[in-house]
C-alpha cells in the first residue's frame, strides 16, 4: 500500500498530456441496427479514421448439430464453402479478395459459424457479394474437398502433438462428460474420413439459413449504405426448413478430482489444464465471475496464478486462468507449461490457490484493481473497426442492448467481494476439479 | 487468444502469457488468415481452444551513429493520412542522446509509448546467448523506487496493454494505456532504463522460468528446424543463434553477466523512443525531457559483429522428431532492410508467397494465389506454404516454410518448389502481378493505421535498421519496383549456392486416433 501511495503522489506532480480527442464508446445514437424481412440482423457503425471496413458475423449453427459418427461436418462445411461456388472457382474466388488486398474467412463453433472479413472500403461490396455466394451457393468440388480433407486431417495429426491443445481436449472430456462440450468441434481422423461430399452439401442447404444471422459492418461508410448492400446481396435468402439449435443438456458435474494424462512421447514441456464448467455469458453472476478470473490469473502477469507459478516458484513461462463465457457452460480454467517433473507440484500449487480463492473474499483494492482494469481498456478493446464489429456481436449475441458500453463502467463497478466469493464457490472446488495433462 | 508474432524460426521472443508465439507477424500473417485451425495452432503454440467467437466479452481481444551533442529538434511537416484525421510528427534528440519520435494521432483517448534499445541475440557472443532476452525479463523485477510488480500493475489497473520483445537486433518494451494515464509508462521506462536491481533471488527464479520457456519452443517442430536451418546459415555472424538462446548458456549465466549486459546497452544514447497517440506534441516533449534527459549519457555501445563470409554452396540439415508431418523450410541469404533491393525482394516474396503483412497488430490476408500456393498446395504436395523477409541492420534470410502432404517425401515437394523460382529467374514476371502487391500492401497499411500501437511500433521499429522514412517510404518504393528488378533480384539471391535446405523428419509415433 505504502509504494501505491508514493507512486501516486509522484503521478500527481505531472499534469496529463492528453487527451485531446472526441470520442465515445458505441452508443444508441450511432449504431445502427435493423432486421431484414427474412430475419437477418444488421449492425453497423461508422469510423471514417481509416479507409478501412471489418465486416463479421454469425449464423446460428455449429458443432451442436454434429452426429457423433461425423463429428467435425459443420467444421469441414465451412472449412469448405470458399473452395467454389456457383459464380466462381476456388482460385476465382481467392483471386478477386487478393488482388484488393482482402480477406474473408469462416471458423465454426460449437453454437455458431462465424465468419470475417476485411477491405478497403470501396471493396465492401465485393466482400459482401463472397460473403452471400459462401453461405447460399457453395458447390464443393469434389477436388477441393478432398484436398481439404488431407489438410484437415494433417491438421489433426498436428494437435496430437501439440501438449497445450491436447491438454485443452483431455480437460474437455473429463469436464464435460456426457456433454456436447466434451467433443472437439473439428472431430477425429476418422470421423473426417467418414464425411463425404454429398454430406456437406446436405448440411449447407438444410442447417445454413437466415434466421439468427447476424451482420456487423464497421467503416468509412454511412449505415444507409451498409444496409443496402447487405439487402442486396442476402435479403431475398430464406430456408423454411433452418432448424432451431438444439438445447444443451444439463451438465454431469464431477464428484471428485479426476486426472487423465496424454501421453506425446519426445516432447520437452508439458502442459496442464485445471478446472470445471463456468458461467454463461447470460448468467447473472457472469460479471462477478470474469472480475474474480482476472483476480485469479489475469490481472498484471497472469494474477496469483502467475504470482505463485511463474513469478515466485519460477515452474512454468505461462500459467493464467481463463474463463470461457459464452452461451452455454464455457470452461473456467486455469493453463499452464511445464517442465515434466514439475507437473505434480504445480497442479497442487495451483490447487491450493484456488482454495484460497474459494475460502476468502478477494481483497476490496484486488476487486478495485479489475474494476479498473476492465473499464481502463474499453477503449483499446474498440480501438479498430474489427474491435467495434466485435463489441456489436456481443450486444446482439447476449441481447446487452445498445446502451451497454454507456452503462459498461456502472455495471463493473457494481460487483461486490462478496459476489465474487459467492460465484467462485458456485463453480470451483478445489476437490472437484478436472485435471487434463499432456506431455512426455 | 494468443496474438502475436514475427515468424518462429527467427526467434522473436515475446514475454508474456499470450504472446510468445507467431500471429502478428510481420510477415508470417499471410498464411494464417485462412487456414484449417489446426495448420494455425501449430504456428501459434497456443493452448486455448477457441469455443468459437461465440463465447466471452470483452476478450483482448536507423541511424546507425549515436550523437551525444545533438540537440535540435527536427519538425517534419505535418502530414494528412486520410479522410479527417491528420497527425503531427516530431523527431528530435535529447541531450543525453535519446532519440525521440512523437506522433499525434486524435482518433481515440489512447496513446501507445515504446522505449527500443540497440540490443538483441545480435549482440551476443557464445556462452551468454540469450542474455539479452533474459535482461528483458529481468526488467520486470524492480528498481528500488518501484519493486516487482508495482507499476506493472499500475499501467493494468489503468487498462493498459503492455508488453516486452526481444528480436535479433533489438529488444522493445511497450505500454498502451488510457491518455491521461500515460505517464505511467514514461516513469516505469524511465526508471529501469537505468535502476533495475537484477536481485540474485530473482536472477535465479527467471533462470527457470526461461528454461521452461524454451522448452515450449523445443515441444514445436518449427523451432527444432529453424533453430538448426539458422545455425547452419551463419557459421560466423551471431545471427547464429536463436534469441532464446542456448540451453547451456540458461544454465550459466550469471548475475553479474546479465548487469553488465544491461548497463552496456540501456543507456539513452542507444535507444529510441517512440510515442504515438492522443497529445500536443510540445506537451509530450516537455513530459519526455522532465523524465528521461537528467539519465546521463553511456559509453558508445558495443555494435560491431563479425560479418559472415559469402556462402559457397547448397547446405542442408535433416532434424528428426517426434510426429506424422514433415516440414521443409528453404532459406536464402538476403541483405539488410536498408539495402535497395530489399523492396524488389518484397515484392518478390509477395510473388512467391503471398503479400507480406508490415503489421504487429491488425490482421493478414491470405495467399492462396500466390505462384508456391499454387504450385504446391493445388499441385497436392503441400498442405500449406509461407515465406517472409526479415527487416534486420546485417543481412539475413528469405525464409519459405512448407507443411507437407503425408503421402509426398520432401524431394517431390523441394523440386516443384525450385522450379518456381527458376521460373522467377528466366522471365520477367507481368506488371499485373506487380500491381496487385502492391495494392496488397496498400490495403495492409489501411488495416495497421486503425491502431495506434501499431503506428508507435512502426516509428521505433523502423529506426532500428534504417529510420522512420523508410516506413513512411515503403509504399513509394514498393511501387517503384520493376518488374526486371524482381526477377535480378531472383537471380542473384535466391540461388542455389546461397540456400539452405531443412527438412524435419517425423518419426512417426503422433497418436491421433482418441
Not at chain 1, 474420413?193 to 438444410?206: C, E, K, P, S
Not at chain 2, 525482394?345 to 494465389?369: E, R, Y
Amino acid at each position: 500500500m505504502s509504494l501505491r501511495r508514493s507512486f501516486s503522489a509522484a503521478n500527481a506532480f505531472f499534469t496529463p498530456p492528453g487527451p485531446e480527442s472526441a470520442y465515445s464508446v458505441p452508443n444508441p445514437k450511432d449504431i445502427f441496427r435493423e432486421q431484414l424481412p427474412n430475419g437477418i440482423v444488421v449492425l453497423s457503425r461508422a469510423n471514417y479514421n481509416s479507409p478501412s471496413v471489418a465486416l463479421s458475423g454469425y449464423l446460428t449453427v455449429g458443432g451442436l448439430f454434429d452426429p457423433d459418427e461425423k463429428l467435425g461436418l459443420a467444421s469441414f462445411t465451412s472449412a469448405a464453402l470458399m473452395r467454389g461456388t456457383r459464380s466462381r472457382d476456388f482460385q476465382g474466388i481467392y483471386d478477386a479478395l487478393e488482388s484488393v488486398g482482402a480477406s474473408l474467412g469462416f471458423d465454426s463453433g460449437t453454437h455458431t459459424l462465424n465468419y470475417g472479413g476485411k477491405a478497403l472500403v470501396e471493396d465492401l461490396s465485393l466482400l459482401l457479394d463472397l460473403l452471400a455466394e459462401a453461405l447460399r451457393y457453395p458447390t464443393f468440388p469434389l477436388d477441393q474437398v478432398e484436398r481439404l480433407r488431407s489438410q484437415l486431417l494433417t491438421g489433426l495429426a498436428i494437435r496430437a502433438q501439440n501438449t497445450g491443445e491436447m491438454a485443452a481436449l483431455t480437460f474437455d472430456q473429463i469436464a464435460y462428460s456426457n456433454h456436447p462440450y466434451s467433443r472437439p468441434e473439428d472431430g477425429y481422423p476418422e470421423t473426417i474420413q467418414a464425411i463425404d461430399r454429398v454430406g456437406l452439401v446436405d448440411f449447407q442447404r438444410t442447417m445454413y439459413g437466415p434466421a439468427g444471422m447476424v451482420i456487423a459492418v464497421v467503416g468509412a461508410l454511412e449505415s444507409e449504405q451498409v444496409m443496402g448492400l447487405v439487402a442486396g446481396t442476402l435479403g431475398d435468402w430464406s430456408n423454411p426448413d433452418q432448424p432451431k439449435p438444439p438445447d444443451l443438456p444439463p451438465l454431469t458435474l464431477l464428484e471428485e478430482l479426476a486426472m487423465r494424462k496424454t501421453i506425446i512421447p519426445g516432447k520437452s514441456q508439458a502442459d496442464i489444464v485445471l478446472g470445471a464448467p463456468g458461467p454463461s455469458r447470460l448468467a447473472p453472476e457472469y460479471m462477478a465471475a470474469a472480475l474474480g478470473n482476472n483476480i485469479l490469473g489475469q490481472f498484471g502477469m497472469m494474477g496469483r496464478i502467475g504470482d505463485v507459478v511463474r513469478e515466485r516458484a519460477g515452474l512454468a513461462y505461462y500459467a493464467s486462468s481463463s474463463l470461457g463465457g459464452g452461451i452455454g457452460p464455457g470452461p473456467w480454467r486455469v493453463v499452464a507449461g511445464v517442465d515434466p517433473v514439475n507437473v505434480e507440484k504445480t497442479i497442487d500449487l495451483i490447487r491450493q490457490e484456488i482454495a484460497r480463492f474459494v475460502n476468502e473474499p478477494v481483497e476490496d483494492e484486488e476487486l478495485a484493481d479489475s474494476q479498473a482494469n476492465f473499464i481502463g481498456r474499453l477503449p483499446l478493446t474498440l480501438e479498430s473497426n474489427a474491435g467495434v464489429a466485435n463489441g456489436l456481436l456481443n450486444i446482439e449475441r447476449y441481447n446487452l442492448g445498445l446502451d451497454y458500453y454507456l452503462r459498461y463502467p456502472d455495471l463493473v463497478r457494481s460487483v461486490t467481494v462478496e459476489q465474487v466469493l459467492e460465484t467462485a464457490r458456485r463453480y470451483l472446488h478445489p476437490e472437484r476439479l478436472a485435471v487434463g495433462i499432456a506431455g512426455p | 487468444m494468443r496474438e502475436m508474432a514475427f515468424s518462429m524460426f527467427c526467434g522473436v521472443v515475446l514475454r508474456q502469457r499470450s504472446l510468445r508465439a507467431s500471429e502478428l507477424a510481420l510477415n508470417a500473417v499471410k498464411w494464417h488468415a485462412l487456414l484449417p485451425k489446426h495448420l494455425k495452432r501449430a504456428e501459434r503454440e497456443t493452448l486455448r481452444r477457441q469455443r468459437a467467437a461465440s463465447q466471452g466479452d470483452m476478450s483482448r481481444l536507423g541511424e546507425s551513429h549515436h550523437q551525444r551533442d545533438v540537440l535540435h529538434c527536427q519538425k517534419l511537416p505535418v502530414c494528412a493520412i486520410f479522410g479527417s484525421v491528420a497527425t503531427s510528427l516530431l523527431k528530435t534528440r535529447l541531450s543525453n542522446g535519446l532519440m525521440v519520435l512523437l506522433k499525434e494521432i486524435n482518433t481515440a483517448p489512447i496513446i501507445s509509448h515504446w522505449i527500443w534499445y540497440r540490443v538483441g541475440s545480435r549482440n551476443e557472443a557464445p556462452g551468454l546467448t540469450g542474455i539479452s532476452h533474459w535482461v528483458e525479463h529481468m526488467q520486470f523485477k524492480g528498481t528500488p523506487r518501484y519493486p516487482t510488480m508495482v507499476l506493472d500493475k499500475a499501467i493494468s489497473r489503468e487498462g493498459g496493454l503492455w508488453n516486452a520483445f526481444t528480436y535479433l537486433d533489438w529488444t522493445t518494451y511497450f505500454e498502451t494505456l488510457p491518455a491521461d494515464k500515460i505517464d505511467l509508462a514514461l516513469q516505469l521506462e524511465a526508471d529501469r532504463m537505468v535502476n533495475s536491481l537484477f536481485d540474485p533471488d530473482e536472477v535465479a527464479s527467471e533462470r527457470t522460468v526461461i528454461i521452461s520457456e524454451r522448452q515450449g519452443s523445443e515441444n514445436e517442430p518449427l523451432f527444432l528446424l529453424g533453430e538448426e536451418l539458422q545455425s547452419a546459415a551463419f557459421r560466423v555472424h551471431s545471427y547464429h543463434h536463436e534469441v532464446i538462446g542456448d540451453l547451456s548458456d540458461l544454465q550459466t549465466i550469471q548475475r553479474e553477466d546479465l548487469y553488465r549486459h544491461y548497463r552496456s546497452y540501456y543507456t539513452p544514447n542507444n535507444a529510441v523512443l517512440a510515442i504515438a497517440g492522443d497529445f500536443k506534441i510540445e506537451a509530450m516533449l516537455a513530459h519526455v525531457q522532465e523524465y528521461f534527459e537528467s539519465i546521463p549519457a553511456g559509453d558508445e555501445a558495443k555494435q560491431s559483429v563479425r560479418p559472415e563470409p559469402p556462402q559457397s554452396g547448397e547446405r542442408r540439415v535433416t532434424v528428426e522428431g517426434p510426429g506424422e508431418t514433415t516440414y521443409i523450410q528453404v532459406a536464402h541469404r538476403t541483405p539488410p532492410a536498408a539495402h535497395p533491393d530489399f523492396f524488389a525482394l518484397t515484392v518478390l516474396d509477395s510473388l512467391l508467397s503471398g503479400a507480406s503483412n508490415l503489421n504487429m497488430f491488425g490482421g493478414g490476408i491470405s495467399n492462396k494465389t500466390s505462384r508456391l500456393y499454387r504450385a504446391l498446395v493445388e499441385g497436392d504436395l503441400a498442405v500449406s506454404i509461407y515465406g517472409g523477409l526479415q527487416a534486420t541492420i546485417d543481412p539475413f534470410l528469405h525464409t519459405i516454410t512448407v507443411i507437407v502432404r503425408p503421402e509426398r517425401n520432401p524431394e517431390q515437394v523441394l523440386s516443384a518448389l525450385f522450379d518456381q523460382i527458376q521460373r522467377l529467374q528466366d522471365s520477367v514476371p507481368p506488371a499485373d502481378e506487380l500491381r496487385r502487391a502492391v495494392k496488397q500492401a496498400r490495403a495492409l497499411f489501411a488495416y495497421g493505421s486503425e491502431s495506434i500501437t501499431n503506428q508507435a511500433f512502426w516509428m521505433g521499429f523502423s529506426e532500428m535498421f534504417a529510420n522512420y522514412d523508410w516506413f513512411t517510404g515503403y509504399l513509394d518504393n514498393l511501387a517503384a519496383v520493376k518488374p526486371e528488378e524482381v526477377q535480378r533480384v531472383a537471380q542473384t539471391y535466391l540461388r542455389r549456392i546461397n540456400r539452405v535446405v531443412g527438412v524435419y523428419l517425423p518419426s512417426g509415433n503422433g497418436d491421433i486416433s482418441r
